[in-house]
């Protein structure tokens, strides 16, 4: 049964950003695919029969554009989909990591700007905060004397 506390709400609500982060990150997995695909095929165009003035140079450039951007995508995806994993085990660091990603994020409309919104919205409020703070007790082997 779900909880329908504040506090109950706002867990589920870290659990469903963290979701969308990495439903955030296969999007962005597959568009990096996609691209890397693209920039094979401009690179294999010089190879096509038939003599064009000029297609080895466009192609090589389309090719070095294309793969720039699917490295891009496809590290874009993988951080979108870590930072989703440590949100969803409340990691102290996956708050301010979501954050710095949101500010990135908002310029990518309409579904990044959504997406950095709602971070936005979720991770500022102070009950949310208090969420991501690791509490070491007295007992702790690791606690500085």
């Not at 709400?9 to 691209?35: C, H, P, S, T």
């Not at 192609?59 to 949100?87: E, I, P, Q």
């Not at 990603?101 to 310029?107: D, G, K």
């Amino acid at each position: 049964m779900p909880s329908h506390s504040p506090a109950g709400r706002l867990d589920a609500q870290i659990e469903f950003l963290g979701i969308l982060y990495q439903l955030w990150a296969a999007f962005n997995a597959i568009f990096g695919v996609a691209m890397g695909l693209f920039a094979t095929s401009a690179a294999l165009l010089p190879v096509a029969p038939g003599d064009r003035p000029g297609l080895a140079i466009a192609a090589s450039v389309t090719a070095a554009a294309f793969s720039l951007v699917a490295g891009t995508a496809v590290l874009w995806a993988v951080v979108h989909a870590w930072c989703g994993r440590a949100l969803r085990r409340r990691e102290p660091w996956s708050r301010l990591l979501a954050l710095a990603l949101a500010l990135l994020n908002v310029v990518l409309f309409p579904l990044g700007t959504g997406l950095a919104f709602y971070t936005l919205w979720l991770l500022l409020q102070e009950d949310v905060r208090v969420r991501f703070v690791r509490h070491t007790s007295s007992s702790s082997p690791f606690r500085a004397s």
